[in-house]
């Protein structure tokens, strides 16, 4: 069992910055690829961006390439996105997510365990 915390959400002007943080406990952190997704309202749940379980490697949604960067560390047990240059189109609630799958996984149900999210609101 994993339990997964978000926290660093808020109200951000466009082309700002936030940093996401998840901090995760439970079993073994560093054999856990972990990602990103978001939801805004009305809208199903996308993914946004996944790091392997070393850290070596990851891959974006387009539209966040470029602008967002996920990053993690094994030895706090936690994963973090920085988000720059952030658009109202931003708005979301975002999720970290965790799976023992292998490879870059970026679908919802390729994820077991999930966070209870973080607001994200971009707007002047």
């Known amino acids: 069992q994993v339990s997964l915390v978000e926290s660093g959400g808020g109200l951000v002007q466009p082309g700002g910055s936030l940093r996401l943080s998840c901090a995760a406990s439970g079993r073994i952190f560093s054999q856990n690829t972990m990602a990103w997704f978001r939801q805004a309202p009305g809208k199903e749940r996308e993914f946004v961006a996944v790091?392997?379980?070393?850290?070596?490697?990851?891959y974006y949604r387009d539209s966040a390439q470029g602008r967002f960067t996920i990053s993690r560390d094994n030895v706090k047990n936690s994963v973090y996105l920085q988000m720059n240059f952030l658009k109202p189109e931003d708005t979301a609630v975002y999720y970290c997510a965790a799976t023992n799958r292998i490879g870059l996984p970026t679908v919802v149900y390729e994820y077991d365990y999930w966070g209870q999210g973080t607001q994200v609101t971009v707007s002047s």
């Open positions: 790091i392997k379980r070393s850290g070596a490697s990851t």
